[in-house]
């Protein structure tokens, strides 16, 4: 791992960096962050910025209880990004971009190409993007929910090489260092399975939001885009003295050499799938240009969507196969579904050979 050899770099800087002690914002641990920003650039390197921080810096302006409700949850952030995108500025002489996002934009095909479009021409002329989440508009269905996630789905957007995750623990340990005195820094990633995810503590610390979960999350979604990821400690300089030197500082996860196309990432990844047909158990090419799967196929139908959202194909013992753009809404394909139950009804419906799903970008799931 050597920072030298990445051009675009997303650094995202979790709460406890912006606010520590959930005093507002400090600069505290922004400086030396902000230092390491202007190396990466005058290294030539361009860096996007993902900063979480709005709900803590925003918290001393509320007569906060100890789980303030989601509506002042909102309102902390709405007064913190202020000061935090303000504290940023202050720090680093430079232009800087407010960029606030939510799942929702990066689902939808046109905003997502409108996001990356226009992060390119930020960094075409020098402007450094900040990067968080529309805090205020989101809702349960709407949100990323963390900015781990948010930081990993932005990296792929502008095809970054590098994701690092700037936290308040060296990195990931086989168990939570904060409960277990004996917890080992794991130094390299290559296969994010089901084990890397059980070192992941429920806890999190008193400001973040997803802990380790996120992270390993965020972690899978850009090494599967060929993105190397990093999570070290943002509160030590120490850190980003050793990322400026071609050292590892924390845990490396390794970028996947074969990475998915970027359309197949964003299905896989990005977006989140409104429904699910489930579909007998033949073997099913999903690559090539046969037709793939037609209406005799379908056993079930889950959910509500229309033609062109992403759904997910599954076989009866639950084995997901794919993730694909639909071509006919849910309402269709349950009658469909249900004319097939009736023996005595010869209907029609779809042409034969008639695929359900959309020939492109499919993503083919590990399962299948
Ligand atoms: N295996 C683990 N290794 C490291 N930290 C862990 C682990 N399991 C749980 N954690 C927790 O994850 C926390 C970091 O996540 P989080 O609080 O969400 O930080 P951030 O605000 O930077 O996103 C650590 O403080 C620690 O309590
Ligand atoms: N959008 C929220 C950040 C949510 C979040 O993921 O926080 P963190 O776990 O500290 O990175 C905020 O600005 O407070």
Redesign the pocket.
Known sequence: MNLKTHKRIVIKI???LIAPGNKGCSTKYLRNIAYFIQRCRQQGQQVILVS?GSVAAGRQWFNSEKSPSKAMKKAMAATGQNDMMATWSKLLDMPLAQILLTHADLCNRERYVSIKETIEELLAHDVLPVINENDTVTSEELKVGDN?NLAAMAAASIDADMLIMC???DG???????SHAD?KLLEKVSDITPAIYA???G???S??????QTKIEAAEKSTAHGIDTLIINGFKVESFNQLLAGNNPGTHFLSNPEPMSPAVHWRTHTVRERGEVIIDDEEYAFTGDEEILTSDNILEVKGEFSVGDTILVTTEDGTKIAKAKTNFSSCLLNYIAQEQDDKWSNKQVLPQNNSIISKENIAVLGDA
């Open positions: 979790g709460s406890a979480s781990d936290t308040d623990v990931l340990f086989d168990k939570n260092p904060h917890a070192m992941a503590g806890a999190v610390s400001m973040g939001t997803g802990g380790m």
